[in-house]
Nanobody, 120 residues
Framework: QVQLVESGGGLVQPGGSLRLSCTAS????????VGWYRQAPGNQRELVAI???????DYADDVKGRFAISRDDAKNTVYLQMNSLKPEDTGVYYC??????????????WGQGTQVTVSS
């Protein structure tokens, strides 16, 4: 069974930085497209950044130039480097991945989320 686990969230002051990690664990799988989503209190979950395999990426307009998504396929890990953080970046960040499991085809997986709070 494949699992996604996010880490790296926390409390940071405006203008600060955080790096989130999303790691897939299990056996006999390949991670394809991965997206980072943000859900602020009272809002719907929204796509922040997405990266395909082998690596073209795209971003939501409000994070372009501040966030960078990258992947290390040897570690089955995708990162989200967040710089120049703003209070409106606050929310729970979720990782979503299309994962191909040997003998089972491609399925959609979500992590449990990691809280990011930007506040002075």
């Amino acid at each position: 069974q494949v699992q996604l686990v996010e880490s790296g969230g926390g409390l940071v002051q405006p203008g600060g930085s955080l790096r989130l990690s999303c790691t897939a664990s299990g056996s006999d799988f390949v991670v394809n497209t991965v997206g980072w989503y943000r859900q602020a209190p009272g809002n719907q979950r929204e796509l922040v950044a997405i990266i395909t395999r082998p690596g073209p990426a795209d971003y939501a307009d409000d994070v372009k130039g501040r966030f960078a998504i990258s992947r290390d396929d040897a570690k089955n890990t995708v990162y989200l480097q967040m710089n120049s953080l703003k209070p409106e970046d606050t929310g729970v960040y979720y990782c979503n991945a299309d994962i191909q499991v040997t003998g089972r085809g491609v399925s959609d997986y979500w992590g449990q989320g990691t809280q990011v709070t930007v506040s002075s």
